[in-house]
């Protein structure tokens, strides 16, 4: 079993920055592909940032050039930097990691951006 936790969701105003970290325990025994996803108030689920294994990234392109995705192989840890933030990204981002077939979720963490 895995485990991921999420840190580093607030409170900000437009055009502020973020830092989200996520951790992930457990069976972890190799590199495997990493993201970041959010629910915004329409409740779908979208792709806002994954790294893969051989480190390539991949962003929604409402974030390209505000978001940077990174991770620490050592630490099976992922990173949000998350600048010029608007009242669009206002949802609870949550973080994955796919081991083989299976795929597992952290709890969440609230991101509010005010006007």
């Known amino acids: 079993q895995v485990q991921l936790v999420e840190s580093g969701g607030g409170f900000v105003q437009s055009g502020g920055s973020l830092r989200l970290s996520c951790a992930a325990s457990?069976?972890?025994?190799?590199?495997?592909?990493m993201g970041w996803y959010r629910r915004g108030p329409g409740n779908q689920r979208e792709l806002v940032a994954r790294?893969?294994?051989?480190?390539?990234?991949q962003y929604a392109d409402s974030v390209k050039g505000r978001f940077t995705i990174s991770r620490d192989n050592g630490k099976n840890t992922v990173s949000l930097q998350m600048n010029s933030l608007k009242p669009e990204d206002t949802a609870v981002y949550y973080c994955?990691?796919?081991?083989?077939?299976?795929?597992?979720w952290g709890q969440g963490t609230q991101v509010t951006v005010s006007s």
């Open positions: 457990g069976s972890i025994f190799s590199i495997y592909p």
């Open positions: 790294v893969s294994s051989s480190g390539r990234t």
């Open positions: 994955n990691i796919e081991v083989s077939k299976y795929v597992y």
